[in-house]
């Protein structure tokens, strides 16, 4: 079986079990999996789902979701639409499938636009909803993006599609087939589809200057970009070209500055001498000669790691400036990192052109710390098995997409029978998840509405400032605390579909703020919600239920029933006051949701409990360290320390310790201080 047909049977299997474990229909599960993967890779920002279908033939109108309001995102409205097949096999389609399935939608953006439709409507109605937001911004929408998802393979060879047209705003259009999703899952990009060809399509090759000696270990070259290039090639690609650039990350888009677009408007022809130009990677690019000399003519998955409010600006100047554009010129900094360095060299080059403005613990990436050590967690810590299953489990943290996919593909059909039971495909959680759970768990469910990116960015500064004031309080605990969220989250997700009241859209909405309304009414100064219980059980118990659901129904009450003059209910549950209003709610739970509580005193003695067997397990492990470098190890450290008066009188009674083994064996205490005097003294130059 090819990975194409495997992955499709998977997926298939997957969104046929949610489906079914949900109560919604495929498609729907479908859509709600896939936008995810969207948001991850940067093609939009957030995904709010939107049915809407009518009519038949050439009068059909059809849209499945909408990607948030296009104030946000640079005037860009993203519209989406599935094309979803339910069969066993993988099924093709070509680019003469396209407009069939694209003109509906853009049929529908044609008659959205319109009072009359919108006024036909049911308030309640998502596309009521769609319909308000455009008619509300178009005056500011500058691009309208169509994204065809699909879980058919796309065979098409080029984009050249004749599309129905709206006029006055320019329409660009993306296909997110089987095939490319696969790619996604497996690597963490779909790059493979983002090759700027300067020759072809932006004019010429671009001069450069070749700036590393032949057989060095990363190519590098220096290039000036004209603005109008830039401008269009951020105009075609936009957030793709910032997924390793570590503030852009964290802002989930390339934001202006009014002070680079100035110039830009004023004096372009200094916009050169004034701004510090762009510092970029690309995985591949394709060198040619011309009578000026070296010019490269292509560049596969270019990526701005450090400009990207520069590259924000001068996109702007295409709807302010655009007669200038042709007066700018930008630096950029390019260097060739192959894909398997990428995670480690592109953000350490981002980190370190990002000096001009601090940003946080290389922000984030997926080798920070934080996620290495939750990764190292979900390895090792075994969770009991559930009531009515034998085997005792683990949560996969993927910290980087296809981990998962990819460790499974390394086993022997026995391995791999094992390696299913150990980590079932439903205990996966990746970094913007994890972020969900906990920002639900805290209080924070309308920023965690505001979709996956935007999400993780703000829990990232918040992670990224507590980490750096101490990393001690992610330990084991934490991790299986994390792991409750996880459980009360999933469980709320599978059950709000079901639940009478429930008519259909915002369920993202409606799980995360009834948990974050559980938790900040059962958190108080003398009692907490017991997650120890949770995580120790692997289940919701059933007080827990009641109390959740309870939640959920007064959250799509507030969530259904904005303020006056606020129409748009996803927009609604976007913003603090929509918390605020849910928070303020006194609700009625059952005698019975006092068992699901624990006294603050207890929780924090299972801290101090967690601690002290840290410790404890820690000074074994250094002391078995110290007796494994042996006598003559520790004599030898000690006579070079000494030597150089590098040792304090303390060190030295401990390494005189660890010199006389086995006479005398140093304590778990005293190994670690002699690890601690080590590593201080490989750092002065000890080269042991």
């Not at 700036?211 to 603005?227: D, T």
Request: aromatic share 10%; with cysteine; glycine share 6%.
């Amino acid at each position: 079986m090819s990975e194409l047909n495997e992955y499709h049977q998977n997926l298939m299997a997957d969104i046929r079990c949610e489906a079914d474990a949900s109560g919604v229909f495929p498609v729907e599960a479908f859509f709600d999996r896939m936008t995810e993967r969207l948001t991850e890779a940067g093609e939009l920002e957030v995904a709010d789902r939107a049915y809407y279908q009518s009519g038949e033939g050439a009068q059909r109108l059809r849209i499945d979701g909408y990607a948030g309001d296009p104030r946000d995102s640079d005037g860009v409205l993203g519209l989406i639409i599935c094309d979803f097949a339910d069969n066993g096999t993988v099924q093709t389609f070509g680019k003469g499938d396209v407009p069939p399935i694209l003109n509906p939608l853009i049929r529908f953006l044609k008659k959205a636009k319109t009072e009359e439709f919108r006024e036909s409507l049911n308030e309640a109605n998502p596309a009521f909803q769609v319909s308000d937001l455009i008619i509300t911004t178009w005056s500011q929408v500058t691009k309208v993006k169509l994204i065809l998802i699909s879980n058919r393979q796309y065979i098409g060879r080029d984009d050249t599609v004749k599309l129905a047209d709206i006029g006055e705003v320019p329409i660009t259009w993306s296909v997110w087939d089987l095939a490319r999703f696969e790619r996604f899952d497996r690597s963490g990009h779909a790059r493979e589809d983002m090759v700027i060809d300067f020759a072809k399509d932006f004019g010429a090759p671009l001069p450069a200057l070749k700036a590393s000696q032949s057989g060095a270990a990363l190519e590098s070259y220096l290039l000036i970009v004209p603005g109008g290039q830039l401008a269009a090639i951020y105009d075609k690609w936009g957030a793709r070209l910032l997924e390793a650039n570590v503030r852009s990350f964290l802002q989930a888009r390339a934001k202006t500055n009014k002070g680079i677009q100035k110039t830009v408007k004023e004096e372009p022809e200094l916009f050169f001498p004034y701004n510090n130009g762009l510092s970029a990677t690309a995985d591949a690019v394709s060198c040619v000669r011309t009578d000026e000399g070296l010019a490269i003519s292509a560049i596969s998955n270019l990526q701005i790691v450090n400009g990207a409010q520069t590259t924000g600006s001068i996109h702007a100047g295409l709807k302010s400036a655009k007669e200038q554009l042709s007066k700018v010129f930008v630096q950029m900094k390019l260097t060739v990192v192959p894909p398997d360095r990428s995670e480690d060299i592109v953000p350490k080059i981002s980190e370190y052109a990002n000096t001009q403005n601090k940003v946080n613990a290389a922000d984030f990436f997926s080798n920070h710390p934080f996620h290495i050590r939750m990764e190292q967690f979900s390895r090792n810590v075994l969770f009991p098995a559930r009531a009515g299953e034998r085997h005792d489990t683990k949560w996969f943290y993927e910290r980087s997409r296809g981990q998962f996919i990819n460790a499974r593909a390394k086993l022997t059909p026995a391995q791999l029978k094992k390696f299913d039971i150990e980590f079932p495909k439903a205990l996966i959680f990746s970094k913007t998840d994890l972020a969900k759970f906990e920002f639900s768990a805290v209080g924070q469910p309308h920023i965690v509405s505001r979709g996956a990116q935007k999400n993780f960015a703000e829990f990232a500064k918040d992670i990224g400032e507590a980490w750096s004031r101490s990393d001690v309080r992610y330990d084991e605990l934490w991790y299986k605390r994390l792991v409750s969220k996880a459980i009360v989250f999933r469980w709320l997700e599978t059950e709000v579909p079901k639940q009478p009241w429930y008519e259909g859209g915002y369920r993202a909405n409606i799980v995360t703020y009834a948990m974050a309304k559980v938790f900040h009414d059962a958190n108080g100064e003398k009692q907490v919600l017991d997650l120890d219980a949770i995580w120790r059980r692997q289940s919701v118990p059933d007080a827990l239920q009641r109390a959740l659901l309870l939640a959920a129904a007064e959250a799509h009450d507030v969530i259904t029933h904005p303020p006056a003059g606020v129409r748009n209910m996803s927009e609604w549950a976007k913003q603090q006051a929509c918390w605020n209003g849910t928070k303020g709610r006194t609700l009625n739970y059952d005698d019975d949701f006092e068992t699901c509580l624990t006294l603050v005193d207890t929780a924090k003695a299972a801290k101090r409990d967690e601690k002290a067997k840290k410790a404890m397990t820690e000074g074994i492990n250094a002391q078995s360290e110290v007796v494994t470098l042996g006598t003559e190890f520790w004599k030898e450290v000690l006579a070079w320390g000494r030597e150089r008066k590098r040792l304090t009188p303390k060190d030295m009674q401990i390494l005189e310790v660890c010199a006389s083994m086995p006479l005398r064996i140093p304590s778990d205490l005293q190994s670690r201080h002699a690890l601690d005097a080590l590593r201080r003294l490989r750092d002065q130059g000890l080269a042991k």
